[in-house]
Structures are given as C-alpha cells and as structure tokens.
C-alpha cells in the first residue's frame, strides 16, 4: 500500500500545479468598461462554452473533482 499511497500524492501534487496554471490562465469576471457600450453581447460573448475559456472552466471543474476525491483518500489514513 506504500507504492500505491505514493503514487497518488505524485498525482496529488501533479494536480495542484495543473490546476494553478489552469486557473491563471483564465479571463478576469470584470467585463471593464465595454459592458457599458454593449460589447459584451458579441458572438464570443453568447458562445463562451464552446470556446478556450469554456474548455478552461470545465477542466478546472474536473481536475477540483478529481484533487478533492484524491485529497480523500490519502487523509482516510487506512495504508
């Protein structure tokens, strides 16, 4: 079970940078001043799901996933 526990705190750790890197490379929530002349209704805007950013959010939402059910096992404490 040692081999096993290592293991995971190598991807534990793995994980924690890749979310890091992940999350800075992510656009600021502030629209700045062109949510006052409307810009933020462009086609970027409408279709943010299908674009890099939205790629960028839902592998953040997994990696978390995945570091949380990691981060779980290895405090269970059982090896």
């Known amino acids: 079970m040692t081999v096993l526990n290592t293991i995971l705190t190598i991807v534990f750790i793995i994980l924690s940078i890749v979310i890091t890197v992940i999350i800075l490379m992510q656009e600021g929530k502030s629209a700045g001043l062109g949510a ?44």
């Not at 002349?37 to 995945?66: C, P, Q």
Request: no cysteine; charged share 15%; net charge positive.
């Open 36 to 79: 006052i002349a409307g810009a933020a209704d462009t086609y970027w805007g409408k279709n943010k799901g299908r674009s890099m950013e939205g790629m960028l959010v839902k592998l953040t939402r997994i990696f978390v996933i995945l570091f949380l059910v990691i981060a779980m096992v290895l405090n269970l404490g059982i090896w």
